[in-house]
C-alpha cells in the first residue's frame, strides 16, 4: 500500500467501527478494516464480532493466536487502512540477517557482550553474509518445497554455487584451491571447520528438516570419498559438475538388511573377465537425495571384502521414492542396480578397502550433524520461551501464552522446561565448539585416533538431547505442538522429524557405544584403582 493512503486515527474513532458490517481492530499500532474479509476468518466471523475485538486494541488477542509472520503477507497486509496516531509498534517482525535479542536464541559467541576464543573478526563478518543469503534464498525456497515435496529450487542451488557453498559445505582442504569463497569474504587457505559449522548452523534455521537434507545433504557425505580415494581424472569430471551443481551426487550405503553394520551389505559386485569392469547387482534404502541424484558413492561386496565405487545414473540404476516423516524435498529414496556395467576406474580406494574409505568419512559427517542438531534445538528452545519466526521458540511463547489469567512461563514447571532446554542447547553447542577447536588445529590422522570417539558421544548425546526437547516443546505448546500450521507449526515439524538426527550416521546406541570402545583402547595398563 502506497504511503499516502496510510492514514492516520485515534482510537476512538477505530471504536466507533463495532459492527458486522463495519469492522475494523487495532493490532500492533495498525488500524485494519476486516469488514469483508470477517466471514473468511479461518476461525469464524464471531471471533471478530467479540466486545474485546471489534473496534478495539486487539493485539494480545491476535498474537495468543497467530505468528508475526502472519501479517507480512500480501493479503493481509491489503487489510491495513491506516495507523493510530501517536502509537509505534511495540512489536517487530524479524528482518533479513538480525541476530536475536531473545536469550539464550544464539549461541554465546553471537550475543552481545559475550565473549569467544573460537571466532575471528572474519567468522563474524562470515556469519552475517551467510545469515543474509539464508534468509533471503534458503528460508523463502525451504517453506515452498517443504508444501510441495519437490527438491530444492536450481536457483537456488545456482545463487549457492555462485558463492561456492557447495564447496565450502565439504570443509576445509585442497578442492577449495583457486575459488572464489563468499565474493572474496574468505581466502581459501584461511577457511577453517568454524567456517564451515558457521554455514552448517545457518543453513539448519530456515526450521524445515526435509528441504535441509534435499539441500545437496547427500554431497556432503557422497563427494568426500571421490575427492579422496578418486583418480584425479574422475575428480576433474565430478567435482566441477557437483560444485556447480550441475548435477548431484548422494552416498549409498545402507540397506533393508543392513544399517551401521556395512560388513552387513548383500550389494555385490563382480568383475568382468577382461578385468574392466565391475558388475552391480543389488538394492540400497533410506538414500538422502537418491531420487534426483546423478551419481551414487556406493558399498558392494567383493571377492576381497568390502570396497566403494562410483556409479553413474544409467543403465540398470533405477530410483523411487521412500515416503518418510519428513519432506519428500529431501529426495530419500530406495535403489536398484540391475546388471549395472561399472569402469574399475571408479573403484574409489583399494579393491577391499572400502571400509576405511568408509570410516574416513564418517567423522566429518557426525560431526555436520551436530552442528544442525544444535542449532535446531536452540531454535525450539528460543521459540517456546516467546515468539517470532526464528530463535528460541520456547522463550516467546511462554511469554506471550497466557494460562489461568496469567503467562505460562509464570509456571514453576514451564520455567524448570525451559531451563533444561537452555541447560541441552548451552552444553551441546559448547562441547561441539571444543571439538571444532581440535579439528582445526589436528592433522587428518590425530582426527581419525583422538576423535572418532568424542565426535561419537557429542552426535549420541546430541539427538538425545534434541528428542527431549521436541517432546518438552509440544507439551508446552499443546494441541499447537501437533498441528501442521498455525502458531505451532515449528513444534510439530521438529517433534516429527527429530528422531532422522538420532538415527543417520549412526544410531545412539551404536555411536554410545563406539565411545566407550575408543575409550576402552586408550586405557593405560598400568591403571589401576
Not at 471504536?15 to 470477517?38: G, M, Q
Not at 533393508?256 to 565391475?278: I, N, R
Not at 536398484?336 to 583399494?350: A, M, Q, R
Not at 538420532?502 to 583402547?521: I, K, N
Request: proline share 4%; hydrophobic share 35%.
Amino acid at each position: 500500500m502506497a504511503s499516502q493512503e496510510i492514514k492516520q486515527y485515534t482510537a476512538d474513532e477505530v471504536a466507533k467501527h463495532n459492527k458486522p458490517d463495519d469492522l475494523w481492530v487495532i493490532i500492533n499500532a495498525k488500524v485494519y478494516n476486516l469488514t469483508r474479509f470477517k466471514d473468511m476468518h479461518p476461525g469464524g466471523a464471531s471471533v471478530l464480532h467479540d466486545k474485546d475485538v471489534a473496534g478495539q486494541d486487539a493485539t494480545e488477542a491476535f498474537y495468543s493466536l497467530h505468528l508475526t509472520e502472519v501479517l507480512e503477507r500480501p493479503q493481509f497486509k491489503r487489510l491495513q487502512i491506516g495507523v493510530v496516531a501517536g502509537e509505534e509498534p511495540s512489536i517487530k517482525a524479524h528482518g533479513i540477517g538480525d541476530l536475536s535479542k531473545v536469550p539464550y536464541g544464539e549461541p554465546t559467541w553471537l550475543t552481545a557482550g559475550y565473549f569467544s576464543p573460537y571466532f575471528s573478526d572474519n567468522h563474524r563478518k562470515f556469519q552475517q553474509e551467510i545469515r543474509k543469503f539464508t534468509d533471503e534464498w534458503i528460508t523463502p525456497d525451504a517453506e515452498a518445497r517443504e508444501a510441495d515435496g519437490k527438491r530444492p529450487s536450481q536457483e537456488v542451488l545456482d545463487k549457492m554455487a555462485e558463492l561456492n557453498i557447495h564447496a565450502m559445505r565439504l570443509g576445509p582442504g585442497k578442492h577449495l584451491k583457486g575459488l572464489n569463497l563468499m565474493n572474496g569474504l574468505v581466502k581459501p587457505e584461511e577457511f577453517d571447520y568454524f567456517h564451515e559449522m558457521i554455514i552448517t548452523q545457518e543453513l539448519a534455521r530456515c526450521n524445515a528438516r526435509g528441504y535441509g537434507d534435499g539441500l545437496l545433504g547427500g554431497k556432503v557425505i557422497g563427494l568426500p570419498p571421490v575427492l579422496n580415494f578418486g583418480s584425479d581424472a574422475l575428480k576433474a569430471k565430478v567435482v566441477p559438475e557437483v560444485f556447480s551443481a550441475k548435477k548431484f551426487i548422494c552416498l549409498a550405503v545402507s540397506e533393508a538388511q543392513a544399517g551401521s553394520d556395512v560388513m552387513g551389505l548383500k550389494t555385490t559386485a563382480s568383475k568382468t573377465e577382461d578385468g574392466k569392469y565391475w558388475i552391480v547387482n543389488g538394492t540400497k534404502k533410506w538414500i538422502t537425495n537418491a531420487t534426483f541424484a546423478d551419481y551414487f558413492t556406493v558399498g558392494c561386496k567383493t571377492d576381497d571384502g568390502f570396497t566403494v565405487m562410483l556409479i553413474e545414473r544409467g543403465e540398470g540404476v533405477e530410483t523411487r521414492p521412500i515416503k518418510t516423516s519428513y519432506s519428500s524435498a529431501a529426495g530419500t529414496g530406495f535403489i536398484t542396480f540391475d546388471n549395472v556395467k561399472v569402469p574399475v576406474e571408479n573403484t574409489l580406494g583399494e579393491e577391499g578397502g572400502g571400509i576405511f574409505v568408509m570410516l574416513s568419512n564418517f567423522n566429518h559427517e557426525r560431526w555436520v550433524m551436530c552442528c544442525s542438531s544444535a542449532r535446531s534445538q536452540r531454535s525450539i528452545a528460543a521459540h517456546c520461551t516467546s515468539f517470532s519466526p526464528q530463535p528460541l521458540i520456547f522463550f516467546r511463547w511462554s511469554s506471550q501464552r497466557k494460562a489461568f489469567g496469567k503467562p505460562l512461563n509464570s509456571q514453576a514447571v514451564i520455567r524448570h522446561k525451559i531451563a533444561q532446554m537452555i541447560s541441552r542447547a548451552e552444553s551441546v553447542q559448547n562441547w561441539l565448539e571444543n571439538i571444532t577447536y581440535q579439528m582445526c588445529n589436528m592433522s587428518y590422522k590425530q582426527q581419525a585416533s583422538k576423535l572418532a570417539g568424542q565426535i561419537a558421544f557429542l552426535k549420541s548425546y546430541s539427538t538425545s538431547c534434541a528428542q527431549e526437547t521436541a517432546r518438552d516443546a509440544v507439551q508446552i505448546f499443546g494441541g499447537r505442538g501437533i498441528t501442521q500450521s498455525g502458531m505451532g507449526r515449528l513444534i510439530e515439524h521438529y517433534h516429527r522429524t527429530v528422531p532422522f538426527d538420532a538415527l543417520l550416521g549412526g544410531a545412539e546406541d551404536v555411536l554410545s557405544d563406539l565411545g566407550v570402545r575408543q575409550a576402552l583402547r586408550a586405557m593405560p595398563e598400568d591403571s589401576r584403582l
